[in-house]
C-alpha cells in the first residue's frame, strides 16, 4: 500500500498501519516531519518513505531533509502509485 500524508497530524494513524511492504508519501505540510530536527521525525520509519519535492521547495525545506528520506517529483509519485496497487491519503 501507498501511504500518502498531507499533513504532520496524519502520522501516527498512518504509521499505525504501516507495513514492511508499504510505501510512504509525505506531500503539503507532512514534508516537515523529514526534517530530523522536527518532533515528528521519528514517526518517519521505513526504508521506504519518500517526500515530494515540489512541497518541499515551496515550504523552504531544501537543505533541512533527512538523508534516510528520499526526494521525488511528480514522475516519481507517478511511478509509486504503479508499484502500490492500493493507496490512502491521509488528511
Known amino acids: 500500500m501507498l501511504h500518502i500524508i498531507k499533513s ?28 530530523p530536527q522536527h518532533q515528528a521525525f521519528s514517526k518517519v520509519k521505513g526504508p521506504s518513505v519518500f517526500a515530494l519535492q515540489g512541497d518541499i521547495d515551496a515550504r523552504g525545506m531544501t537543505n533541512r531533509i533527512s538523508p534516510s528520506v528520499s526526494t521525488i517529483g511528480y514522475e516519481g509519485f507517478v511511478e509509486l502509485t504503479v508499484k502500490q496497487d492500493k493507496s490512502l491519503t491521509w488528511d
Open 8 to 35: 504532520v497530524a496524519a502520522l501516527d494513524d498512518a504509521m499505525a498501519l504501516y507495513s514492511e511492504q508499504d510505501d510512504v508519501l509525505l506531500i503539503e505540510d507532512a514534508v516537515y516531519a523529514a526534517n
